[in-house]
């Protein structure tokens, strides 16, 4: 099975701030991850497919990139509705399609 | 409007069978390359993937659960339903289901996700 690590597991971090999570797969996937966001209580919210795709409806200052084995979520002039957890998950190995294991967005 | 909701029972005992039945509307599992999943997530946990299904009726389990697992679809009333049998306390999560569209077009992530249903594994 392919393992997904996520790196930091948590970031505080200001309104306006720029934040960085990265995410790294045991073995090669190509461009088939996925970036979700999840608030307490909701359902995960896709942002970011084929590890930088834009999903319809979501703003604009995420992004995403990478390929292979190592990519990054950047969240540019965080807002106060992005603090959540984000997690990456791989679609290219299967079964299974594995997530990582999340990174918290908190207020600093 | 493409949407899905998760049903089934909230509590059940250990040794039982889950069974959770995932209804959607908006799209049709008879289509080429639509896909839905099962995924859980335990209270303060991270997301497992379970168990997908797909419009031609593959099927897909998780490696460390493929034993207690079982997907079905029934495309005429757009439902899928998923069975785990002998359940144990540590199966307590919020179940989820999920679209994927796979093939030419498909981006091959959960864009649309059910609200989940919690279910909780005691005696």
């Known amino acids: 099975d392919v393992q997904m690590t996520q790196s930091p597991s948590s970031v505080s971090a200001s309104v306006g701030d720029r934040v960085t999570i990265s995410c790294r797969a045991s073995?090669?996937?190509?461009?088939?991850l996925a970036w979700y966001q999840q608030k307490p209580g909701k359902a995960p919210k896709l942002l970011i497919y084929a590890a930088s795709s834009l999903q319809s409806g979501v703003p604009s200052r995420f992004s995403g990139s990478g390929s292979g084995t190592d990519f990054t979520l950047t969240i540019s002039n965080l807002q106060p509705e992005d603090f959540a957890t984000y997690y990456c998950?791989?679609?290219?190995?299967?079964?299974?399609?594995?997530f990582g294991p999340g990174t918290t967005v908190d207020i600093k | 409007q493409v949407s899905l909701r998760e049903s089934g029972p909230a509590l059940v005992k250990p040794t039982q069978t889950l069974t959770l039945t995932c209804t959607f509307s908006?799209?049709?599992?008879?289509?080429?390359?639509?896909?839905v999943n099962w995924i859980r997530q335990p209270p303060g946990k991270a997301l497992e993937w379970l168990a997908r299904?797909?419009?031609?009726?593959?099927?897909y389990y998780s490696t460390s659960l493929k034993t207690r697992l079982t997907i079905s679809k029934d495309t005429s009333k757009n439902q899928v339903v998923l069975t785990m049998t002998d359940m144990d306390p540590v199966d307590t999560a919020t179940y989820y289901c999920?679209?994927?569209?796979?093939?030419?077009?498909?981006?091959?992530?959960?864009?649309?996700w059910g609200q989940g249903t919690m279910v909780t594994v005691s005696s």
């Open positions: 999920a679209r994927v569209r796979v093939g030419a077009g498909g981006d091959r992530a959960f864009d649309i």
């Open positions: 998950q791989q679609s290219n190995n299967f079964p299974p399609f594995t």
């Open positions: 299904i797909d419009w031609d009726d593959d099927k």
């Open positions: 073995q090669g996937i190509s461009s088939w």
């Open positions: 908006g799209f049709s599992l008879s289509t080429s390359g639509m896909c």
